[in-house]
């Protein structure tokens, strides 16, 4: 009943920017947390980002500085702001959201199909 999709991806030389966005439709009670992760060939799914419903946000290493993580949870959105791309951020991009259904007691994890990005000269 909830789905999740993202958009925004695409190809970028090192330095640019991209913004991605990942909203959630169906019948949903509340988005408690939105966040993304990325997959590289070769290497293992990895925590990009995260926002809470609350407003509090965290960020991998790796991108902190150079990435914006921000959400409309009335809109059931999240976006992320990512400048200053470098070829090692080139990977598929996944949403990811905590979600309570209309019709669920607890909220489920939920994820999205993937969006590419890929850093490049």
């Known amino acids: 009943q909830v789905q999740l999709v993202e958009s925004g991806g695409g190809l970028v030389q090192p330095g640019g920017s991209l913004r991605l966005s990942c909203a959630a439709s169906?019948?949903?009670?509340?988005?408690?947390?939105m966040g993304w992760y990325r997959q590289a060939p070769g290497k293992q799914r990895e925590l990009v980002a995260t926002i809470t419903l609350s407003g509090g946000t965290s960020y991998a290493d790796s991108v902190l500085g150079r990435f914006t993580i921000s959400g409309d949870f009335a809109k059931n959105t999240v976006y992320l702001q990512m400048n200053s791309l470098k070829p090692e951020d080139t990977a598929v991009y996944l949403c990811?959201?905590?979600?309570?259904?209309?019709?669920?007691?607890?909220?489920?994890?939920?994820w999205g199909q993937g969006t590419q990005v890929t850093v490049s000269s």
């Open positions: 169906g019948r949903i009670f509340s988005v408690y947390t």
């Open positions: 990811n959201a905590l979600i309570q259904g209309a019709s669920t007691l607890v909220p489920y994890n939920y």
